[in-house]
């Protein structure tokens, strides 16, 4: 299961194929999931690590914006269709950095929402499958017939992507551009000074203009990786890098190495836990902004995470 290749589907965005796609993620053998924010989506390519994980099935379910709590969602989903022998076959790759620590009603703070529902919570709503209770979203249909539901919204799904590429058609006939980058766009991108500038106040803004990470998500985070650890998966907490020039200026960096050094020290001689570093990889014109890996550099964090994987 490839939730980056959502743009081409009839699910189209990530967290709908993410939770209407993922009873694939109910079989036999072993499974490497990834999960976390757009860099896991676009910084590890499925297409590289299968070829080099022949022991294992490699799903790569990153959702733009995500948060840790909202990763958490996600991993919820995931075991809403597995029993627990399913389950224990899984290894959950979790991609992190400092822009996900960021709490809930601050990250999904959009007028069209309510405050704090994450992508995840408005696909649940969306088409029936949840209502909204006083403690959050109330299961309508169970998880066991997730593929009757949407066989049944199959149509409306078609029809859905049929709108949204005719007016992507009609914006490329009148910009000559299409809403998204190419690899091509992204590889030679070079970000100026004030392009700089205005990222890094975007992310104060993200992040709530507040002094540091969200300890709340940092505990969500060290919860999600113990209860996994327990029902005997395996985790890999991945240390995603940003460049230089970005976590050289961001005041929220020393906070996200402090928590991420705690995270790895509680669960460092825990069994099934694995911890990987790409500190390395931090080049600044590695990168097409101040987050996303260039199509060149997706390339080595893929092999170098298949080489974690393989040898799991």
């Known amino acids: ?54 022991c294992a099935k490699v799903s790569n379910l990153g959702v733009g914006g995500a948060n840790i709590y909202e990763v958490k969602q996600v991993v919820d989903l995931v075991h809403e269709v597995q029993d627990e022998t399913v389950r224990r076959s899984n290894t959950f790759v979790i991609g992190i950095w400092y822009g996900m620590f960021v709490d809930s009603d601050v990250r999904y703070a959009d007028p069209d929402r309510n405050r704090g529902d994450t992508d995840i919570d408005i696909e649940r709503y969306r088409y029936g499958f949840y209502r909204r209770g006083s403690n959050g979203p109330v299961e309508v249909l169970p998880a066991k017939w997730l593929d009757a539901g949407v066989t049944f919204l199959r149509p409306l799904l078609v029809l859905e992507k049929l709108t949204r590429d005719a007016r992507a058609g009609v914006l490329y006939l009148l910009t000559g551009h299409s809403a998204d980058r190419t690899d091509a766009e992204r590889e ?88 990987m570093s790409m500190v390395d990889l931090d080049g600044n014109l590695d990168y097409s902004d101040e987050v996303h890996a260039k199509p060149h550099l997706a390339k080595v964090w893929s092999t170098r995470l298949a080489g974690l994987a393989a040898a799991i």
């Not at 490497?32 to 590289?48: D, H, R």
């Not at 700089?196 to 002094?211: P, Q, S, V």
């Not at 705690?262 to 836990?273: C, E, L, N, Y």
């Open 1 to 54: 299961m490839d939730a980056q290749t959502a743009p081409n589907t009839v699910y189209m965005t990530t967290p709908k194929y993410v939770f209407l796609g993922r009873s694939v993620l109910d079989s036999p053998g072993r499974k490497v999931i990834l999960v976390g924010a757009s860099n896991t989506g676009n910084g590890f390519q499925a297409k590289i690590i299968q070829p080099n994980v022949s």
């Open 188 to 275: 030679m991108a070079v970000m100026t000074d004030k392009e700089k500038r205005d990222a890094l106040n975007y992310w104060r803004e993200g992040m709530g203009n507040k002094k540091d990470i969200s300890r709340e998500e940092i505990e969500i985070l060290k919860s999600t990786v113990d209860g996994l650890l327990l029902s005997g998966e395996q985790v890999v907490i991945v240390d995603l890098p940003i460049p230089a020039w970005h976590r050289d200026a961001s005041p929220y960096q020393a906070g996200y190495n402090q928590a991420l050094k705690d995270v790895v020290q509680q669960f460092a001689d825990r069994p099934g836990f694995k911890f």
